[in-house]
């Protein structure tokens, strides 16, 4: 079932990050229902450094195409700022799509961008990013693949702008809202209670600007989706790091770490064995 899909259901999407092909398999395995393509954890797994604008969109897009091939589940995709002008934006569009994905998000920040919930993030013109909505929206194949409209001026220019520039979004095409760093559930709730017929997007961030509330609490305010971008990926840092220490100190290995038979499972060496039995 697509993303559109479960949105027209009405059903409520918790999409854990995921990173890198490996990450979307144990999420999927697991059972996420959708997936979300973190640029954090990309940036993170691919370069070891931040999400700062630093991996292109080819890199990006790669990464869709690497995820989309050993998964089935819905992907939402960060598209960061579409990687400069309408033409890079339109490019985005129709590769993310291509490659598989259900959703791109786009930003309204400079670029380079920064990570949401970090220091220092500007954006641009709210008509240059009515701009690249529409281009977004004009650039697609099908209107099953969804555009997801980022505003990050809620920490620089406060909630009402934020709310301006969200209207303006929507205006243009965007087919999901996503208003990053609300600083209070009161806001949030006002987010929800300004665009009712809108699916809104919920960044769940330990350690973020915005308040973590369990699914039902977000449904209740009136979301539809709630994106975990670095959960998997502190979890897999801290399991390494737990890992690390016994292997140091003693030379010896955890017995509640996924073992090779586990590890083979995940990633489907069955499939390649069988090819070996073909007479």
């Known amino acids: 079932m697509s993303l559109k899909q479960l949105l027209d259901q009405g059903q409520f999407i918790s999409a854990p990050g995921v990173f890198d092909p490996l990450s979307a398999r144990v999420a999927e395995s697991c059972g996420a229902r959708a997936l979300y393509m973190t640029g954090y954890g990309v940036s993170a ?8 604008g630093l991996v292109s969109y080819r890199e990006m897009v790669d990464r869709v195409r690497a995820i989309c091939e050993v998964t089935s589940t819905p992907l939402i995709a960060d598209g960061d700022t579409g ?3 309408l033409a890079n934006v339109r490019q985005a569009v129709q590769g993310y ?3 598989g994905a259900d959703a791109i998000q786009l930003e309204d920040q400079e670029y380079p961008k920064r990570c949401g919930h970090t220091k220092n993030r500007k954006v641009i013109p709210a008509d240059d990013m009515v701009r690249k909505i529409r281009i977004a929206t004009e650039s697609r194949a099908s209107s099953d ?3 997801v409209a980022r505003t990050d001026s809620r920490t620089e220019h406060g909630l009402d702008e934020a709310l301006r520039r969200s209207e303006a ?3 243009a095409g965007a ?7 609300p600083e209070s559930v009161e806001e949030m709730r006002k987010i929800a209670e300004t665009f009712p017929g809108t699916p809104k997007l919920a960044n769940m961030v330990g350690g973020g600007r915005t308040p973590v509330l369990p699914d039902d609490e977000l449904k209740t305010l009136g979301y539809q989706i709630a994106i975990h971008p670095v ?3 502190g979890a897999a840092v801290a399991g390494m790091r737990a890992a690390m220490a016994p292997l140091l100190e003693k030379g010896t290995e955890l017995d509640t770490v996924a073992d090779l038979e586990d590890l083979n499972q995940l990633v489907d060496f069955p499939a390649v064995w069988a090819l070996d039995e073909l007479k």
């Open 45 to 52: 797994s691919l370069l070891g450094k931040p999400d700062a």
């Open 83 to 85: 990687f400069g002008g």
């Open 175 to 181: 087919d999901v809202l996503f208003l990053e760093s």
């Open 169 to 171: 979004y929507i205006t």
């Open 231 to 233: 959960y998997l990926l």
């Open 97 to 99: 799509e291509s490659a």
């Open 145 to 147: 693949f969804l555009i």
